[in-house]
T-cell receptor, first 113, second 116 residues
Framework: EDQVTQSPEALRLQEGESSSLNCSYT??????LFWYRQDPGKGPEFLFTLYSAGEEKEKERLKATLTKKESFLHITAPKPEDSATYLC??????????????FGKGTKLSVKP | NAGVTQTPKFQVLKTGQSMTLQCAQD?????MSWYRQDPGMGLRLIHY???????DQGEVPNGYNVSRSTTEDFPLRLLSAAPSQTSVYFCASSYSKTGPSGYEQYFGPGTRLTVT
């Protein structure tokens, strides 16, 4: 069964304390892996798409990496405004139901000043 | 561009009532979808559409109907509301339905629904 698991469920960091969030997946033929950020009371906001193992993408203090079994979202020197829930999703194919995304349950990140 | 818009933002229904959640996008996206988000369950796909006139079921379709008469609009209908449908509902859209890129979905702000 296709599955996406995110860990930890919650993470508390001090401002400036770097860390990583994990997204492990089991899908038959990964076509894309997506990271989203969700603030309380709002819809998910797109961050990154990764397509193949070894690929990396960066945006400000965030860097996403991808292997054949998992993806990491590295947060360098986080600030309180980075506090949010981070969601991971995978795409199994192109067109029809294969294009639908399967989401993990998310990691809730809190960054204290 | 307004992106993906949803109305209403909040709604309270009584068991057995029906209503329609509205979703519209102005990005000319072919693919649109509806999710529900519940604590501890993550985002679950209800229905999706790959273009006007084409819809299909997702993971949790029971109790919901959809139609797609235009590219821009994708309303979600609750036929007879039940307390189990208390949730936050998100509409999303993306550009491409085929090919290796363009699948990043853009989400609306959500509708918080309570059924009593």
């Amino acid at each position: 069964e296709d599955q996406v698991t995110q860990s930890p469920e919650a993470l508390r960091l001090q401002e400036g304390e770097s860390s990583s969030l994990n997204c492990s997946y089991t899908v038959s033929g990964l076509r894309g892996l997506f990271w989203y950020r969700q603030d309380p009371g709002k819809g998910p906001e797109f961050l990154f798409t990764l397509y193949s193992a070894g690929e990396e993408k960066e945006k400000e203090r965030l860097k996403a990496t991808l292997t054949k079994k998992e993806s990491f979202l590295h947060i360098t020197a986080p600030k309180p405004e980075d506090s949010a829930t981070y969601l991971c999703a995978v795409q199994r194919g192109y067109g029809g139901s294969q294009g639908n995304l399967i989401f993990g349950k998310g990691t809730k990140l809190s960054v204290k000043p | 561009n307004a992106g993906v818009t949803q109305t209403p933002k909040f709604q309270v229904l009584k068991t057995g009532q029906s209503m329609t959640l509205q979703c519209a996008q102005d990005m000319n996206h072919e693919y649109m979808s509806w999710y529900r988000q519940d604590p501890g369950m993550g985002l679950r796909l209800i229905h999706y559409s790959v273009g006007a006139g084409i819809t299909d079921q997702g993971e949790v379709p029971n109790g919901y109907n959809v139609s797609r008469s235009t590219t821009e609009d994708f309303p979600l209908r609750l036929l007879s509301a039940a307390p189990s449908q208390t949730s936050v509902y998100f509409c999303a859209s993306s550009y491409s339905k085929t090919g290796p890129s363009g699948y990043e979905q853009y989400f609306g702000p959500g509708t918080r629904l309570t059924v009593t």
